[in-house]
């Protein structure tokens, strides 16, 4: 079974710092692009920032200058460092993948981390 598994999540104050990573395993042939994703509490989820397999970047407006997305390929990992928090930023956290597994093709998703910035 191919899993997403995401940890440091967490509780930080406003200006902080937090560094989420997530992690693909399971039988997995190939890895595309990964990325973060972030549903508050009433709103959507929405795109943070994502990454391709060749390492190109893509940032949401409201993260770009604070937050950056890095993969390790050898490791089917990715990683959001999240500085200058600020409170807005309260979500959980969804780690997404395109994944070419033995028995499906597409979108992956972790459980998701909770991430709160106090005020």
């Known amino acids: 079974q191919v899993q997403l598994v995401e940890s440091g999540g967490g509780l930080v104050q406003a200006g902080g710092s937090l560094r989420l990573s997530c992690a693909a395993s399971g039988s997995i042939f190939s890895v595309k692009a990964m990325g973060w994703y972030r549903q508050a509490p009433g709103k959507q989820r929405e795109l943070v920032a994502a990454i391709t397999s060749g390492g190109s970047t893509n940032y949401a407006d409201f993260v770009k200058g604070r937050f950056t997305i890095s993969r390790d390929n050898d490791k089917n990992t990715v990683y959001l460092q999240m500085n200058s928090l600020k409170p807005e930023d309260t979500a959980v956290y969804y780690c997404?993948?395109?994944?070419?597994?033995?028995?499906?093709?597409?979108?992956?998703w972790g459980q998701g981390t909770q991430v709160t910035v106090s005020s």
């Open positions: 997404n993948a395109d994944l070419s597994t033995w028995y499906r093709v597409g979108d992956f």
